[in-house]
DNA sequence: ATGAAAGCGCTAACAA
DNA sequence: TTGTTAGCGCTTTCAT
């Protein structure tokens, strides 16, 4: 019945042992130090005391907290729950617990929240990251960071490789005979957003289809209702999307207008609320490509085709990484994780057709 | 340039200052204390070195964290992202930082997770938790405990009101002629489902609705799936879902089955894969209701008619409440928010059609 | 209004 | 193998 009020301290567990509290220290951080007989009756007390070492303390004298920060622009995005979700069960079976913190996709927001989680956490992880290299180099310097989704000499980062899922997803839209098509681009600072123009950008070049820049948008649902009407009046057949969240917009909006998704022509039935006719190669409707595979573009109807990435090897390479880089005993995480698992691929569904 | 490797002590500031450390103290937490321009130089002398309390010293004199912990079941359900949203915005401005952690749905997790956060935490705003009262109580005995849809006479508790919602729903349901209806039920141990099968309950009972249960169902996209088959042989015309997951997951599921939603009557064109004929009222098809309005049940085609819940009222009031709780200083939280703020409501789209 | 000193709970030299 | 001692950086009596 060690129904005591207060916590136990480690002097507690000391008398009741009949030992020193350096003995206690030693029974439970280094065992090897320490009498087997006397470590068994000291963690007997410790444990009938209920005793828990004080973290505060702890950290005061370690100088580590044990905690370590994740970063992420926006919780609500369904392409960051995986993310979370995979850095949150890694740490589950570790010592360290974990902050997260959402910026709303707001540059200032993140370099506050940086900068607040410095001082409680023993690393950082900064998921797609928007803040300057200077930011960046500031924050690095006063705690251990790891990067996912962007490049820096500063910091080890982790990549998805978006290279295979866009070259497949240009390849499948050319051999379903789209030669001008549209790319709806995201935050303009977002490393994600230059290597999905770029890559695409490559292999439609490699193809002679025609690239036409639109955006950015917000990288949202709602941004995606704005693009819809742009991508109508830009004159493609097929538009790539900055991710599924901007994708699964236009493809609503565009249902609403009555457009046709994919281009199935429909007989005698022009597109409403669009007035110009003669423009060639449109009323046929229109494909999409989204990039993440969230949940819900497999819910849509129809569904929607988009290149996966492997947010769960992502995720768990980036808190491998960290952990290795806070405890050296920790299983160490290989620099890079095998290319394959970070690549991205097309996942072909409902939303693209023929021209 | 005070460009030192290692961070400035209270000593430091207090040795450019010419002051004790004492003094740097007060003028930093009590500045009535302190003579003005002593304050003035002691503070202009810390901003110069950058100085930054050292957390873990703070937190081992005053015995508190400044931390406060959230306990979600499913970080990827969309319900819980506005809350986390409203929860991490509400302490953003305040001098707390917050743990969030994942409990996959799981109690046993859960209850690993509130105690490993317990130690790091001044409190813990659980989100519909599902452990069992004396594990609340347990955790309750150890740190200050707000509860987010759970009643308990251990802590206070911040709950929605599902009455109006429920209400609005099955009125709408019956005026279009519906007369037997299913519940597809949630985690049987949950306070929300509990309340929603409740005031259907009552609501239907008051309407001469008859309201078959079914399930329970993992809350999820993929429970909706199985929901949807035994929906097909319970001979309904209407059912109401847990929550918006489950309420889309059989959308889904019957679209591809063909079964029509809402129940506009397809002449000639039976139900496939649902051989058995003469079961009366069901190739007409099937009326679904939601509960959460997360974005995606207006994303899709039909749009879901479901009942939106106020989350960021909910997440508010619960950060506000734990707030005043832990810093008597903070703008008081009244004890709870209006009723009306935090009721749900009927919202009809498109998945609700006459008989 | 300010300084000196004690101590929060723990770990790690150093001694024994 | 164990105990003694000295801090980690801060706040807070208690003096002055």
């Given at each position: 019945?060690?129904?005591?009020?207060?916590?136990?301290?480690?002097?507690?567990?000391a008398?009741?042992?009949?030992?020193?509290?350096?003995?206690?220290?030693?029974?439970?951080?280094?065992?090897?130090?320490?009498?087997?007989e006397?470590?068994?009756?000291?963690?007997?007390?410790?444990?009938?005391?209920?005793?828990?070492?004080?973290r505060?303390?702890?950290?005061?004298?370690?100088?580590?907290?044990?905690?370590?920060?994740?970063?992420?622009?926006?919780?609500?995005?369904?392409?960051?729950?995986?993310?979370i979700?995979?850095?949150?069960a890694?740490?589950?079976?570790?010592?360290?617990a974990?902050?997260?913190?959402?910026?709303?996709?707001?540059?200032?927001?993140?370099v506050?929240?940086?900068?607040?989680?410095?001082?409680?956490?023993?690393?950082?992880?900064?998921?797609?990251?928007?803040?300057?290299?200077?930011?960046?180099?500031?924050?690095?310097?006063?705690?251990?960071?790891?990067?996912?989704?962007?490049?820096s000499?500063?910091?080890?980062?982790i990549?998805?490789?978006?290279?295979?899922?866009?070259?497949?997803a240009?390849?499948?839209?050319?051999?379903?005979?789209h030669?001008?098509c549209?790319y709806?681009?995201?935050?303009?600072?977002s490393?994600?957003?230059?290597?999905?123009?770029?890559?695409?950008?490559?292999?439609?070049?490699?193809?002679?289809?025609?690239?036409?820049?639109?955006?950015?948008?917000e990288?949202?649902?709602?941004?995606?209702f704005?693009?819809?009407?742009?991508?109508?009046?830009?004159?493609?057949?097929?538009?790539?999307?900055?991710?599924?969240?901007?994708?699964?917009?236009?493809?609503?909006?565009?249902?609403?207008?009555?457009?046709?998704?994919?281009?199935?022509?429909?007989?005698?039935?022009?597109?409403?609320?669009?007035?110009?006719?003669?423009?060639?190669?449109?009323?046929?409707?229109?494909?999409?490509?989204?990039?993440?595979?969230?949940?819900?573009?497999?819910?849509?109807?129809?569904?929607?085709?988009?290149?996966?990435?492997?947010?769960?090897?992502?995720?768990?390479?980036?808190?491998?990484?960290?952990?290795?880089?806070?405890?050296?005993?920790?299983?160490?995480?290989?620099?890079?994780?095998?290319?394959?698992?970070?690549?991205?691929?097309?996942?072909?569904?409902?939303?693209?057709?023929?021209?």
């Open positions: 019945m060690s129904t005591d009020s207060t916590r136990a301290s480690i002097r507690a567990v008398s009741l042992a009949g030992v020193s509290p350096s003995t206690v220290s030693r029974a439970l951080n280094s065992p090897e130090l320490v009498n087997a006397t470590r068994r009756r000291v963690l007997e007390c410790a444990e009938r005391l209920g005793y828990q070492p004080n505060a303390a702890q950290s005061l004298v370690l100088g580590r907290t044990r905690n370590v920060g994740l970063i992420v622009p926006d919780i609500a995005n369904p392409f960051f729950a995986p993310f979700k995979g850095v949150e890694y740490f589950r079976d570790t010592e360290f974990v902050f997260l913190a959402d910026t709303d996709e707001d540059t200032a927001t993140e506050r929240l940086a900068e607040a989680m410095v001082e409680r956490v023993d690393g950082l992880i900064l998921c797609a990251p928007r803040m300057s290299g200077t930011r960046l180099r500031a924050v690095a310097s006063k705690t251990t960071v790891v990067l996912a989704n962007r490049t000499r500063t910091a080890p980062s990549l998805q490789d978006f290279q295979p899922g866009m070259d497949q240009v390849a499948h839209v050319h051999a379903l005979g030669r001008r549209a709806l681009s995201g935050p303009a600072n490393w994600s957003n230059r290597q999905r123009r770029k890559f695409l950008g490559a292999a439609c070049a490699e193809r002679g289809i025609e690239l036409v820049d639109l955006g950015p948008y990288p949202r649902f709602a941004g995606g704005r693009a819809a009407d742009e991508v109508l009046a830009a004159d493609v057949t097929a538009v790539f999307a900055y991710n599924d969240l901007v994708a699964l917009g236009v493809l609503s909006r565009l249902t609403a207008r009555g457009v046709p998704v994919p281009g199935k022509p429909v007989p005698g039935k022009p597109v409403p609320g669009k007035p110009e006719p003669g423009v060639p190669g449109e009323s046929g409707g229109l494909s999409i490509v989204g990039v993440d595979d969230v949940p819900m573009a497999s819910m849509t109807n129809p569904p929607l085709t988009t290149v996966a990435i492997p947010v769960a090897a992502l995720s768990r390479a980036a808190a491998a990484t960290m952990h290795s880089m806070l405890d050296p005993g920790a299983p160490k995480a290989p620099p890079l994780p095998p290319a394959a698992e970070l690549a991205t691929r097309l996942l072909i569904r409902g939303t693209t057709g023929p021209v």
